[in-house]
């Protein structure tokens, strides 16, 4: 083997014949001091004399235990809190379906206009596009929430407003007047000109007479206030009833009053038995109709029907 050397002052070179000798010693030491290190280093890690610390290895391989279970412990949490979203959110779709129905058939029973309180579409809504908002950003999650609950909001809102119109229209057939006075019987007598049953003389007949078996009810075609329950003259025992708006009306010739004044009755609510008392032929209710003092003839009212 020849080595060459190569001066960097000088530029000169130098060359060496190695002998076969000095090549076999050049070679030992190459190779053995790896191989003399390695086993000095197994021999300190298997005595325990070496410079790596193993507490800092069990410490960090406690702290990954430590870390999974902090994990296993955040996934089961988030799988419970997914669970709780998902049960409200069946809830939240429960109430809307049974609102919807509600809703639906409460303006089937109102008898609305088609269109008027759709229960089965998304609520109209609408507005300028608002610049402060345009960064504001919802998750998935929450726009779901605020979607279901704006649709509750909106299915609350149209049945507060239904209801507050049947509870008018109820009023408004409560305080009507409407229908006959009685349940059972029939028309005897007209209003207007009649010829007098006493006196046999043409004579004013200021409402009509229906005919039936003494003891049959006699109901309120309104409801009112009762301002009159007892004796009067020609009237016999006799009702009259406020129905506010001008309207009021008198049931006479009965057998027994069932309200006294200042009592709060019903639409179709009894309040007298038919009977023959004061100026009568026979057992029939004597039924009068007023608006703002003018009695006025019953037979448009009995016919009339509120829808």
Known sequence: MKIIFISNRKGTTRSMVLSNWAKALLSLCLLGLPISGGILIGSLLASGNHPIDITLINSMRQELEQQQSELDLGREDAQQKVKAITLKLAE???????LDALGERLS???????GEFDFGQQPAVGGPEQDSLQSYQHTELEALFQQLEEQLDSRESQLGILESLMMDRNVQRQSAVTGRPIK??????????RTDPFTGHRAWHNGVDFAGKAGSEIIAVAAGVVTWSGERNGYGQMVELDHGEGYATRYAHNSENLVKVGDVVKKGEVVALMGSSGRSTGPHVHFEVYKNGRAVDPASYIRRTIR
Not at 92 to 98: D, P, Y
């Open 184 to 193: 059972k019987g029939w028309l005897s007598s007209r209003f207007g000109r």
């Open 92 to 98: 939240f779709q429960a109430r809307l379906v049974r």
């Open 108 to 114: 089937e029973v109102a008898g609305l206009e088609d």
